[in-house]
């Protein structure tokens, strides 16, 4: 899963981009029969004007999944391609829109419509857990995937402004 390319206009949003892909990799990552690389290990792609096959080659997968997150008020899309990357073609692509408070329900939809497109069958409590998401507060979850994107920098004024944010974020549930 390549990390996202930020479609909103406003390089403030980086941190929610970032979060669904974060978001994704962690859905996929919970069905069984699906090999996903580590959201460290794609970074370095996030603006990298290689092939998919080069890509492909240097991860040693098969398939790849590149999307963008567009955020317009309240309402967020997200475009997604899964491409068999030997062949460098399209085996899937899909959009979806939602209002931001069923953020993690779009993440879940996205997750299963990509475990149909791969053909793996999803054990039933994999499927539980993936129609198990609920709606958010958008303002809550804002804060909280500010948090987390700030938290990534692992540098004290970095940390300290991610604890101000979970802190809102407890504050405000």
């Known amino acids: 899963v390549l990390p996202f390319r930020n479609l909103s206009g406003a390089e403030d949003q980086g941190y929610f981009v970032a979060g669904m892909h974060e978001a994704l990799i962690t859905s996929l990552s919970r069905i069984g029969g699906l090999r996903i690389i580590s959201r460290t290990s794609v970074m370095h792609y996030a603006d990298t004007q290689l092939p998919?096959?080069?890509?492909?080659?240097?991860?040693?997968?098969?398939?790849?999944?590149?999307?963008?997150?567009?955020?317009?008020?309240?309402?967020?899309?997200?475009?997604?391609?899964?491409?068999?990357?030997?062949?460098?073609?399209?085996?899937?692509?899909?959009?979806?829109?939602?209002?931001?408070?069923?953020?993690?329900?779009?993440?879940?939809?996205?997750?299963?419509s990509v475990a149909d497109h791969v053909e793996v069958s999803l054990a039933p409590e994999d499927a539980a857990l993936l129609r198990s998401a609920e709606p958010v507060e958008p303002q809550l979850h804002?804060?909280?995937?500010?948090?987390?994107?700030a938290a990534r920098n692992f540098n004290p004024s970095s940390m300290a402004r991610a604890v101000e944010y979970f802190e809102q974020a407890i504050e405000m549930d």
């Open 52 to 112: 998919l096959t080069e890509i492909a080659t240097e991860l040693n997968v098969g398939s790849i999944i590149e999307g963008s997150v567009n955020v317009v008020g309240d309402r967020v899309r997200i475009t997604v391609q899964l491409i068999d990357a030997q062949a460098d073609a399209h085996i899937w692509a899909d959009e979806y829109d939602r209002e931001l408070r069923d953020v993690l329900v779009l993440m879940s939809q996205v997750a299963e």
């Open 142 to 149: 804002e804060l909280y995937m500010r948090g987390r994107y």
